[in-house]
């Protein structure tokens, strides 16, 4: 490749994606650091960065907003390079807009000052204009009048988006923005923002350590542990195919159990022997765990396997059950609600493993 | 002398929340702005300091010797016997009635803990002024006790003087117990409730449980409280100065001002300032281990109260009473009625011109500190590090030095640039510059900042703590620079706390007298040099108007403090006064 290629490679990367970031380093406290971060967003798309408390995607926010300096690796937003080693381009400058964990709206501030809050350039007719149409489109046009306080949770979260997205910005960064609300109402807000995003093709970050809220929201999902990113995928490939144990463990509910590769396609373990189409990444005879998750053991009381249910949590439509298949052995399993046994229960159970999942296991496991 | 009331404020509110840093620029000539402007302040804040440190360090030619055979030994232990006789006064006045308000309820016990703050609002040498008017040979006391008993003159009885060192330390104990009484008190408050139930179950009374476990335990807070009490009274001129007892603050003034000797003045100041290593040390260490003593979470579940009855009630109304009594109603009551006796003698327009002196002085002073304080503070948010939350550290020493101290290290450094400059401009244009800055009034507002800085600096701090970050990252976010973030945002939301600072700094400029004698320009009078020439003069009666009015100005902290602690009161004493113990 010549100097030439490279620098055409690199200026088609920068444009085709809104927000770039190239090996982005930040030295920033002994564990909050993060190391080799490359991200790239296409315009109009939504990502989230989901790993749990300390993992550094907050920095990783930090940065892209300019609250954060980089120590190496750069960031480019809409084409233009705001961070480098040497450059640190102010965050009010960067054409951001965010959201916050505690929306931290102003509360000395209505509701449509908040909103008005980054149209300061704009004149006052254009500015209420522009607050009404986005307090409209957002439902909040009773309530243009009243003070942050006054509000509840979903109300207030609907005026941070607002307040954020007034002003136009090229990327929008929101950092846990649904860990202050209840169970409930966190789902309904999940829908709603994502259609809100979707529709007015917002690009737009989202920083969250609960796996709901990135698969409700995040058309790719960017999994990140000490420091770094591990996994850069799809929601449903994170499921079906997590890269390593970390993902696996992090991303939904399983259990390993312990096998040996026995052929290109097929792992022998003690229930049953499992294949999967791809061919295996391991040679013949290598000790392995593989992956079950709950929705992999199915109900059968043609009983390949017979299992004793040791615990059982209802969950509506479902019912989560912790099996012990035998000594060494415990399953998790999801069966419809309409399956109800005790504990104590003897349950015939099938493996159907449709994604085969198998790390080489430790050696001593 | 209200010094240090946000320093208590801090107890109360229990440990703030230390912000993270906002960003860290390396490369952006924004950082270089606010880091060097703040570290340029707080070198200013602190050059006094150094300054009298330099000049300590200097060959002193003969001074010390000549200062070691005549004044300095008296001095010393004038001191020395005014601060240990303050401080076991005012720690005997304070606990005992922190503890009668907070673990006994008896009469009256909820205006006692605002009432017994009041004596704050009164300098110790106005409450001289006072009480010698009252208890002199021909004050009310005296004069009444003669005519009752027929007695001619001072030969036929015996009565205590009261210009004398006991009467300086009964004087400066009866204002200064606040501070111990306000630590101990919210010491008390915070202390796990189970330790004290505990110790009553396993069969210890009142008065053991509180020798083995009560005090104990807030015997750091009491330390701050008894820390800060002792420098305002190394800090204190006019009491020691009008009773004749030469204190080492005494002797800097009558060195500089009576013989005109500075070098003998920065030496005593020089040694001041081991007594205020000192002081400092003990309310910082004592600061630091009270991190251990006192965390509890149910901070606000009732204490184990004694319910008093009788005899015992109206002792406790006695003990929490005559310190109000003796520190600020009869004084406020004597200051009153010598004001409307000489009314038309002290309502002068000299009087009026200098009030407004006072007035424009500390305005000034205050405005300039808190705008000091808000943009250390800031800064400090915006770029944290070491360095800054050093800076801000360096910045509020100013309080624990005494204002004769600070006058001396003041005087120096401007004396030098003044006749630099001076011989400068000589040589090149044959002209003289004058006096810029020593023997200005800006020299005065210089100590001002300085010495009451620390006020504005951590009320600024606790208040803009309070603020959560992602406020300003919003703001920052919607195209607000950080300039424009804090006139926006942070100044409406935190104008509560600006307010306090500006008035507790404002009423602190009001009453200062050491660095003001030092300092003014000749002639000029502020209302604490006024009453000062007056009562040198003994016509304390020309100077009760000025004190009256000090004393005034003065209450307007308490009535803020005693504010702050009936709203902090309210939480738990819903709990505290529906479940009696006994």
């Known amino acids: 490749m010549t100097t030439l290629d490279i620098v055409q490679a690199t200026s088609t990367e920068v444009s085709a994606n809104l927000l770039q970031l190239r090996d982005v380093t930040c030295n920033y406290g002994p564990e909050r650091g993060i190391q080799n971060v490359s991200i790239g967003v296409t315009e109009g798309s939504q990502v989230c960065l989901l790993g749990p408390s300390g993992c550094g995607k907050t920095t990783v926010l930090r940065a892209i907003a300019g609250l954060q300096s980089v120590s190496a690796g750069s960031i480019h937003i809409g084409g233009r390079e705001v961070s480098g080693p040497n450059l640190n381009l102010p965050p009010e400058l960067r054409r951001i807009g965010m959201v ?8 000395n501030l209505t509701v449509s000052e908040n909103v008005g809050a980054g149209l300061r350039n704009m004149d006052s007719h254009n500015r209420q204009r522009s607050v009404r149409e986005l307090l409209g489109r957002m439902g909040l046009e009773l309530h243009a009048a009243r003070y942050p ?30 860990s202050n609300l209840d169970l409930d109402l966190r789902e309904r807000m999940g829908q709603e ?34 420091g770094a990113i591990v996994q850069w995928d799809t929601p449903y490939n994170l499921y079906h195919q997590p890269v390593n144990r970390f993902v696996a463990d992090f991303i939904g509910n399983g259990v390993f159990l312990p096998g040996r590769v026995i052929s290109k396609q097929a792992v022998y373990t003690q229930l049953s022997e499992l294949t999967r189409t791809a061919a295996l ?54 069966f419809p609600s309409h399956t109800n046994f005790g504990v104590g229960e003897k349950v015939g159970v099938r493996l159907e493993v449709d994604h085969l999942v198998a790390f080489p296991r430790p050696k001593g496991k | 002398m209200v010094l240090g009331i946000r320093r208590m404020n801090s107890f109360q509110n229990g440990s703030h929340r230390q912000p ?19 570290l340029i302040l707080a070198g200013l804040a602190v050059t006094p300091v150094v300054s009298v440190l330099y000049l300590s360090l200097q060959p002193s030619g003969g001074i010390w010797g000549h200062l070691l055979e005549t004044s300095l030994p008296i001095y010393i232990t004038n001191t020395l016997g005014l601060m240990g006789g303050v401080g076991i006064w005012v720690l005997v006045t304070g606990l005992a009635t922190a503890w009668l308000v907070t673990m006994c309820r008896f009469p009256g016990r909820k205006l006692f803990e605002c009432l017994l703050l009041f004596p704050l609002a009164i300098p110790a040498y106005v409450m001289a002024y006072a009480y010698t008017d009252l208890l002199e040979y021909s004050g009310y006391v005296q004069a009444s006790l003669r005519g009752f008993f027929g007695w001619e003159n001072a030969s036929d009885y ?11 330390i009964s004087l400066m104990g009866l204002v200064l117990y606040p501070y111990v009484y306000l630590l101990a008190r919210s010491a008390f408050l915070e202390q796990s409730v189970n330790i004290l139930e505990a110790s009553r179950v396993l069969g210890r009374g009142p008065w053991r449980t509180f020798f083995a476990v009560s005090l104990p335990s807030a015997r750091p807070a009491i330390s701050v409280g008894l820390a800060l009490a002792l420098m305002e009274t190394l800090n204190d001129y006019g009491t020691v100065d009008f009773f004749a007892v030469p204190t080492m603050t005494a002797g800097i003034i009558d060195v500089w001002l009576g013989m005109g000797n500075l070098a003998g003045g920065s030496q005593i100041a020089a040694l001041m300032l081991l007594f205020v290593v000192l002081l400092i040390s003990l309310e910082y260490f004592s600061r630091r281990r009270r991190r251990y003593y006192q965390q509890t979470a149910s901070r606000f579940r009732s204490l184990p109260s004694y319910q008093l009855h009788g005899s015992s009630a109206l002792l406790a109304i006695v003990v929490c009473g005559l310190p109000v009594l003796a520190g600020f109603i009869l004084p406020a009551i004597v200051l009153a009625r010598l004001s409307a006796h000489f009314f038309s003698r002290s309502w002068t327009p000299h009087f009026q011109e200098l009030a407004l002196n006072s007035l424009l002085l500390s305005i000034t002073a205050a405005v300039v500190a808190v705008a000091i304080a808000l943009f250390v503070n800031y800064s400090r948010r915006l770029r944290g590090g070491p360095l800054l939350t050093f800076a801000t550290r360096i910045s509020s020493l100013g309080y624990a030095v005494p204002g004769a101290v600070l006058a001396v ?24 510059s004058g006096l810029l800055l020593s023997g200005t009034v800006f020299a005065i507002l210089f100590a001002y900042i300085v010495r009451f800085l620390t006020v504005a600096v951590g009320q600024i701090e606790s208040s803009l703590d309070k603020v959560p970050l992602s406020v300003d990252m919003a703001a920052r976010t919607l195209g607000y620079r950080a300039g424009e973030t804090m006139i926006h945002y942070h100044i409406p939301l935190i104008r509560g706390g600006m307010l306090t600072a500006l008035i507790v700094v404002f009423v602190d400029c009001m009453k200062e007298l050491p660095a003001t004698l030092i300092l003014r320009p000749f002639g000029f009078e502020t209302l604490a040099t006024h009453i000062y020439h007056y009562a040198s003069d003994e016509m304390l009666g020309e100077a009760a108007l000025g004190s009256l009015t000090i004393v005034a100005v003065g209450v307007l902290p308490v009535l803020l403090l005693s504010r702050f602690i009936s709203t902090s009161r309210s939480a738990y004493e819903r709990v505290y006064e529906s479940e009696p113990v006994r």
């Not at chain 1, 910005?169 to 846990?176: A, H, I, K, Q, Y």
């Not at chain 1, 017979?306 to 035998?326: C, H, N, P, S, W």
């Open chain 1, 193 to 226: 923002i994502s259609d809100e995003l979707k529709v007015n093709n917002i690009t737009c970050v989202i920083v969250t350590h609960d796996q709901n809220d990135a698969f409700a929201l995040g058309d790719e999902v960017g999994v990140m542990s000490a």
């Open chain 2, 20 to 38: 993270a840093h906002f960003a860290r620029k390396r490369s952006s000539w924004n950082w270089d702005w606010w880091t060097l402007s703040s």
């Open chain 1, 100 to 107: 916050f964990q505690d929306h931290a709206l102003f509360p």
């Open chain 1, 149 to 178: 306080h006054e509000l509840s949770g979903g109300q207030q979260q609907r005026v941070a988006l607002a307040r954020a997205l007034a002003p136009k910005p090229l990327l929008l960064l929101m950092d846990e923005p649904f």
């Open chain 2, 158 to 168: 015996w009565f205590p003087e009261i210009r004398s060192l006991g009467g300086a």
């Open chain 1, 281 to 334: 990444d391991w040679p013949v005879g290598t000790e392995v765990e593989v992956l079950i998750r709950p929705d992999d053991v199915v109900h059968d009381p043609d009983h390949t396997i017979e299992a004793t249910v040791i615990r059982r949590a209802f969950k509506g439509a479902e019912i989560l059950y912790t099996l012990k298949a035998d000594a060494n052995t415990i399953l998790l399993a999801l």
């Open chain 2, 409 to 432: 290290g003041i005087l120096i450094p401007f004396a030098v640039f003044d006749n630099t400059l001076d011989t400068f401009f000589r040589r090149q244009f044959g002209i003289s």
